[in-house]
């Protein structure tokens, strides 16, 4: 350790500034608690939620809807940015494939419809042979998905967006997966209903639903994501209780050998040093095993832990208003787009200029392979190319682009990741109760935003009774969490159950692909 040092001594270190560990500060530091939070990137809090602002022009990381079923959640929303800074705005986000929009989710009759006779035909026809003789071992999402919609139409609506997105092949991913995913939406039953809304045979209310998701709105941050954890930022350095040290990764978490925890951390202005009886880490469980210390038993399981990596191409293009959406589905297999957002869809005020629109594609790739470590130039003529081979923008249009590159944006759930989260989680629970894991990262949750805020939620309530009043984790129902039977287990249960509305919160997680349970084995 530098001799120039700074040490801060403090009730709680907090390490990332995301959604997690921003809840967990603003609510530590209203009850008194201080805190000292170290975040690695120089300039931006909100992690993932971040909003990135290039030459006035402020764009999100994906897009953030304000939407939970947890009131608390949304009642802490309201009182750290106040609701006149929330705008309502209309929900559309549809699927683009070879120069026509699909509704999403996918209405069967129109995408028919759209596809034309001769394509619709070869879709039923492929549609009809495998309800009359379907794949008998379904094992994949490639054999679930064309068992229900036929080869054609999984192909056009289902294959290559999935694999853009996951960076595994339709035939690798779990069939339990794709019956999570697409449940609900049966192609014979979209066309009978198509077929009677066309002959006017409808009754409401069924004749309406269709409209009705086109007109749901959604609650935003009129400048961004970004606005809210740089107002929870402010009211935590308020209170004069917190730091947010901005611009310092995590070096080593250390046990202070009575309970407490010694953080060190470091910038490009040296090393900080925070003294605190209890830490929060939402950074990744990999990240953190490596940085603890003593070494945890579990960092051989924590260090095989897998993320799927993430950039965005802002492009600054002529034209109020290119398309209605929010953001769209690219299904074409010609270009590497996964999805473009729209940020002027998403709120008027990120968008400086009125006679212009910036548009968000985004890139889903692993750190270090080719779309990763193109030079920013590269990409924003990728980028531009895209835009012009979907016919979307016209490349003499685009005025500027700008990169932002998100690393681990989604955990992944290969077939070992369950058994390895457990070993670090029950390991450092017995070992250490005085440290939090919380967020997406650290918990290696493929989460919400509101799942985020919730454990960071119940884990201040923790800290502030002493005991591990409440579950984050959720697991109390899992049998083999107990089955080490140590003497006293029993009492380190915690003694509360999440209520209702905070359960809603906890339950905010998205479902992941898995891989085929034996694929690595034939690999």
């Not at 603890?292 to 492009?315: G, I």
């Not at 270009?335 to 594609?361: T, Y």
């Not at 984790?473 to 080490?484: G, K, L, P, S």
Request: with cysteine; hydrophobic share 35%.
């Amino acid at each position: 350790m530098g001799e120039n040092a700074t040490t801060l001594k403090v009730d709680v270190a907090i390490i990332g500034a995301g959604p997690a560990g921003l809840t967990a500060g603003y609510l530590l530091t209203k009850q008194g608690k201080s805190v000292a939070i170290i975040e690695k990137d120089e300039t931006y809090v909100g992690g993932i939620s971040r909003t990135v602002e290039h030459e006035g022009y402020r764009f999100d990381i994906g897009g953030h809807r304000f939407f939970s079923k947890s009131q608390q959640v949304v009642d802490l929303w309201n009182e750290i940015l106040g609701e006149d800074d929330f705008i309502q705005r209309p929900r559309m986000s549809r699927i683009y494939y070879e120069g026509k929009f699909y509704s999403y989710p996918l209405r069967a009759f129109e995408a028919l419809w759209n596809l034309g006779i001769l394509r619709s035909t070869v879709c039923m026809a492929s549609y009809l042979q495998y309800k009359l003789f379907p794949k008998k071992d379904v094992k994949s999402f490639e054999d679930w998905t064309t068992n229900q919609f036929g080869h054609k139409l999984y192909s056009i609506f289902f294959k290559t967006y999935t694999e853009k997105v996951w960076g595994m092949p339709c035939n690798e991913m779990s069939a339990d997966w794709a019956a999570q995913r697409i449940k609900g939406l049966s192609l014979w039953g979209a066309v009978v209903d198509g077929l009677k809304r066309s002959l006017g045979l409808n009754k409401k209310p069924n004749d309406g639903q269709a409209v009705k998701t086109l007109l749901e709105t959604f609650r935003y941050p009129r400048l961004g994501p970004g606005m809210m954890w740089e107002a929870a930022r402010d009211k935590i350095l308020a209170t004069g209780k917190g730091h947010v040290i901005m611009g310092h990764g995590l070096k080593q978490l250390s046990s202070d050998g009575k309970g407490g925890w010694r953080m060190s951390a470091e910038g490009k202005d040296g090393e900080v040093v925070v003294e605190a009886a209890h830490a929060i880490s939402s950074a990744p469980m990999r990240e953190l095993s490596k940085r603890l210390h003593p070494l945890p038993q579990s960092t051989l399981q924590a260090n095989d832990l897998k993320y799927r990596d993430f950039l965005t191409v802002a492009l600054m293009v002529e034209g109020e208003d290119l398309f209605p959406d929010n953001w769209i589905y690219i299904h074409d297999s010609k270009v590497k787009v996964g999805r473009v957002q729209n940020f002027r869809s998403w709120s008027p005020e990120m968008i400086p200029d009125e006679d212009m629109a910036c548009v968000g594609l985004e890139y889903f790739c692993f750190e270090g392979d080719g779309l990763w470590s193109m030079e920013d130039d590269d990409l924003v003529k990728l980028a531009t190319d895209e835009m012009e081979i979907l016919g979307l923008v016209d490349r003499k249009k685009v005025k500027s682009g700008a990169v932002v590159r998100q690393e681990k944006a989604y955990p992944v759930y290969d077939e070992d990741y369950a058994a390895n989260v457990d070993a670090m989680r029950i390991e450092l629970e017995e070992k250490h109760p005085t440290l939090h894991l919380v967020g997406r990262n650290g918990m290696h949750r493929y989460n919400n935003q509101d799942h985020a805020m919730m454990t960071a939620m119940l884990t201040v309530e923790n800290i502030i009774a002493g005991e591990r009043l409440y579950d984050t984790w959720c697991v109390n129902e899992d049998a083999e969490y107990h089955e080490a039977g140590d003497e006293g287990a029993e009492r380190s249960l915690p003694s509360r159950q999440p209520s209702e509305d905070q359960a809603a919160a906890l339950n905010s997680v998205r479902e992941v692909p898995t891989r085929v349970a034996g694929d690595k084995e034939a690999a």
